[in-house]
């Protein structure tokens, strides 16, 4: 999720298309030195993009995540080298998105796919909505979790039961959110979001002259990566 | 008799909520807990309860160590009621809802249908067991989640804002159930920030603030030192505003404010 | 009967509920128990609920499945982050048509099957796919995909699917009765009522008693709890509310609901402000000066990169007012706005209502339980009891004619019973 501000200046546009030109690169090719190529280009992105914390945390998770689809696949006897190949896409491909969402606002995200990607707005609002009430609802799962607690509640050792008795905690969120979801509408409707056709977007979404130089840069390593090993 | 003994706390990573304190509470009375925003008063009665743990020092119930017990073991001894009843209100009746902590607690067949016909008698709701939870209006709600604290029949009962939202007849029904509950010998603490809901339903008040006990006594030996109440960021209550304002002393009810205008009256026409 | 041109809140249900679903799903991804190793996709079970609830169009069920893709994407580091795009869309679409469909609406005596079925299908498809993209892609082995992979995505289809059908029933009756919970043929009766510009109106009366009907009828809002009007005319000055554009309603009329959480929908303070001038479509440059002076308006200054979430609550009510102040209107009309917030933030959100009313000219008009906040203020006061209209005029004749005729004499403040005891020399 993103925390920080657009600091880099690069257009979200420029980040998506980035991350679709080494994905596709990365599935164009098997050769171990190619792929390494492309994974020392992402990093050097991650660092010129300035993720910080979260953008680090993430890649290092998915370096863990990495290292285990290799074993699991060696321990299938499958040959080293497909081993690493597969865990090197995997990783150039899971990071490739995580710089867009991890140095981007979501607002700038959304624009984005609303002016350049013909997303209708519906669904880049309920993208953004969706974000806000995830920490509202954690705190809210924690008080329900209390006061379910209260009368008795405690999860079961055994796991199909533990789904049914999961209901618990699940219910009076869901029954919550479907009241809620009334009042939503009408503040919406209130606030002119089903006025289609004339809204204007804070975030810039434009490319700038540094967006295409980098997305040429970044086209021009790939391809030749790809073709030359 | 509910006893703290040492108690510190603090949130990981915070700064200290409670700083060493010891606190004894009556519990065949009304004990409410009032203190500014953030001195702690959902945290201290969530300790009790077990929902959070302390850094240090114990819990006691009736001499019985509890501060080691989760919190739904202690569900037989304590009842707690949140704020909100929306955040806990599952089942798909007002029967199934009060059932559901006796049957948890593995109270027998026949003690939980007496155990929730009890409650739900008390609570009012007797005619709306087989009624859907969620339909129900917030006062009937909140006294629900009441019910379905009784069911298990604790000795005490948590009430952590109960009145908020409501509109004035739903609170005076709910308050006249506090106080019917703590007649049948049940111990209420009471956490509120209305100040005339404790002058006139408390038998002790418990003020928090700086990380200790600031206070621990009666209402009206609160509410007697005006400056102390305010330095605590309470507001003293209406009826005592009132009567201070028109040189009545202090009194802390409505109806005491009535009885002393009534006996000035008196003494006016006698003369 | 007002047939229907107007807003229904009903229209944008699907996207709401939708939201606040898989916002749920979210979470319950991170803290929802797990069967041994496996957890389930909780995002599938709650937009399949969603569209179980909703019945949305084919497109509409495509863009359901779109949006949980990308929010997956953005929340958890997944191993192949495209295939989520692909294989939720696809599965909410089939989730979409067999909803739509009502194909699998069976019963096996008196158990519909419905929701089992196709949260079965849905998550088996999502599941299936993705695993499937997972295998071509990275060129796994055969025997992983064929005895772990695809055995796990029956697995969590089967768990998704049992939690899906013990959810469905219940919410589904409250989504519905939600629709018509007010059997009686009117909610409100015979209204008359006259709100003068520029006054300070207070409407009170028990939960229950048609207060918030009243003031959403006054904003032209028909929620689908109540079914309409009959015979009835609204004006704000000459502006005739049940007939002309709705679009243009929202530069006439502000509502601030009492559940501030449902009405703030953006991340940040600025994003929030922001979303309703987006909406009309103020320049940005506009749309920074107004906020500015909202936000120092409410007292929210310096808070504009703040998350919405770590605001408290009053501060959090403060911000629905900021917004719906940046509309601009004339009007304002609060329902129970300190009701979810503590004394010290009541009291602040009551004197930036009186700011508002006194220096800026705004009409605001707020339904209300607790008087002790207005009590000492120029106002006027209309009581409401079991849909009919009591009483309309200044707060003192109110307050008189409530105490007379015992109409909810309980709200009203002991401070000015008192006083009117005093003075007819009752005590």
């Known amino acids: 999720m993103t925390a920080n501000n657009d600091m880099t200046g690069f257009a979200a546009l420029t980040k998506l298309l980035m991350a679709l030109t080494v994905s596709v690169a990365s599935l164009c090719t098997t050769d171990l030195y190619a792929l390494g190529i492309l994974i020392i280009l992402e990093l050097i992105c991650a660092v010129i993009m300035g993720g910080g914390k979260t953008l680090w945390k993430g890649i290092g998770a998915l370096v863990i995540f990495a290292v285990i689809l290799a074993f699991i696949q060696l321990i299938f006897s499958t040959p080293l080298f497909l081993s690493l190949g597969s865990a090197y896409k995997m990783f150039i491909m899971a990071v490739s998105l995580l710089i867009l969402v991890a140095t981007t606002p979501t607002q700038t995200i959304t624009a984005s796919l609303v002016k350049q990607c013909r997303l209708p707005y519906d669904y880049a609002f309920m993208i953004t909505a969706v974000l806000r009430f995830v920490p509202d609802l954690l705190k809210e799962s924690k008080e329900v979790r209390q006061a379910q607690a209260c009368r008795g509640f405690h999860p079961s050792k055994n796991p199909v039961r533990r789904i049914v008795d999961y209901m618990m905690i699940l219910k009076p969120m869901v029954f919550k959110a479907i009241s809620r979801s009334e009042n939503m509408a009408i503040s919406l409707s209130l606030r002119g979001f089903a006025d289609k056709g004339k809204r204007t977007f804070m975030s810039s979404t434009k490319l700038h002259t540094s967006d295409y130089t980098v997305l040429l840069l970044n086209l021009c390593i790939c391809v030749a990566a790809v073709k030359y090993f | ?271 | 009967m007002v047939k229907d041109k107007h807003y229904k809140g009903s229209d944008l249900r699907w996207i709401t509920i939708t939201t606040l679903l898989l916002a749920i799903g979210v979470i319950l991804r991170i803290i929802s128990p797990n069967v041994g190793g496996i957890s389930l996709n909780w995002n599938i079970v709650m937009y399949s609920t969603a569209i179980l609830l909703c019945r949305p169009s084919l497109r509409q069920g495509f863009g359901i499945g779109l949006v949980s893709g990308i929010i997956a994407t953005m929340t958890s580091k997944a191993a192949l982050p495209y295939a989520n795009l692909i294989s939720d869309p696809a599965a909410a679409f089939v989730c979409a048509l067999l909803a739509g469909t009502h194909f699998l609406d069976i019963k096996i005596g008196r158990v519909r099957l419905e929701p089992v079925l196709v949260i079965f299908i849905t998550t088996f498809i999502s599941g299936g796919v993705f695993v499937t993209l997972t295998k071509v892609i990275l060129s796994l082995p055969m025997p992983l995909y064929l005895y772990a992979m695809m055995p796990a995505v029956l697995l969590v289809a089967a768990l998704g699917s049992i939690a899906g059908q013990l959810l469905y029933f219940p919410a589904a009756k409250i989504f519905n009765d939600d629709n018509t919970l007010n059997k009686k043929p009117f909610i409100l009766h015979d209204i008359n009522l006259t709100v003068p510009k520029g006054s300070f109106f207070i409407i009170t009366g028990v939960n229950g008693s048609g207060k918030t009907t009243l003031l959403l009828s006054m904003a032209g809002v028909r929620p689908s709890y109540f079914g309409g009007f009959e015979n009835s005319s609204i004006h704000i000055g000459e502006f005739d509310v049940l007939k002309e554009n709705p679009a243009l309603l929202n530069r006439k009329i502000g509502v601030v609901m009492a559940d501030y959480e449902a009405q703030l929908v953006t991340e940040t303070v600025d994003d929030e402000i922001a979303f309703s001038l987006e909406n009309t479509g103020m320049a940005p440059q506009d749309i920074i000066k107004k906020r500015n002076d909202v936000l120092k308006k409410t007292g929210l200054e310096n808070m504009g990169k703040r998350k919405v979430a770590s605001l408290s609550g009053g501060q959090k009510q403060r911000l629905v007012i900021a917004a719906v102040l940046a509309m601009d209107t004339p009007v304002l009309v609060l329902d129970e706005p300190v009701a979810a917030v503590d004394p010290e933030g009541a009291k602040e959100i009551y004197s930036l209502l009186y700011k508002l009313n006194k220096e800026y000219g705004k009409t605001i008009i707020v339904a209300e339980h607790d008087l002790k906040y207005v009590l000492d203020m120029k106002a006027q006061m209309a009581v409401i009891d079991k849909a009919y209209l009591k009483f309309a005029g200044e707060m003192d004749e109110c307050f008189k004619y409530m105490y007379e005729n015992k109409v909810y004499p309980e709200v009203i403040p002991l401070r000015w019973k008192i006083r009117w005891e005093m003075e007819k020399n009752i005590c």
């Open chain 2, 1 to 271: 008799m509910l006893n703290l003994k040492n108690i510190s706390f603090s949130y990981a990573g915070r700064e200290k909520i409670f700083d060493n304190i010891d606190l004894q509470i009556d519990t065949s009375l009304i004990t409410a807990i009032a203190g500014r925003n953030g001195t702690g008063k959902t945290t201290l009665t969530r300790l009790i309860m077990g929902l959070v743990k302390a850094k240090a020092g114990t819990v006691e119930l009736d001499g019985k160590i509890i501060s080691d017990m989760p919190s739904y073991t202690l569900a037989k001894y304590i009842g707690y009621v949140f704020q909100n009843p929306d955040h806990q209100l599952f089942a798909s009746t007002v029967y199934e809802e009060t059932a559901y902590a006796p049957s948890k607690l593995g109270m027998n067949a026949e003690q939980i249908k007496k155990n929730v016909s009890q409650a739900l008698a008390d609570t009012g709701l007797s005619t709306k067991q087989n009624f859907m939870p969620q339909t129900l209006s917030l006062g009937d709600k909140q006294r629900l989640s009441i019910a379905s604290s009784l069911a298990a029949a604790p000795k005490l009962l948590i009430l952590d804002e109960p009145t908020s939202g409501q509109d004035c007849r739903e609170r005076t029904v709910l308050l006249r159930l506090m106080r019917k509950l703590n007649k049948e010998g049940i111990g209420i603490i009471l956490v509120t920030h209305d100040m005339d809901i404790l002058a006139e339903h408390a038998d002790r008040v418990v003020v928090l603030a700086d990380k200790k006990i600031a206070f621990n006594g009666t209402p009206r030996g609160l509410f007697a030192d005006t400056e102390k109440t305010t330095a605590f960021g309470l507001e003293l209550p209406e009826a005592a505003r009132i009567s201070n304002e028109i040189g009545l002393g202090l009194c802390l009810t409505p109806r005491e404010l009535y009885k002393k205008l009534a006996e000035r009256r008196k003494s006016n026409d006698s003369k």
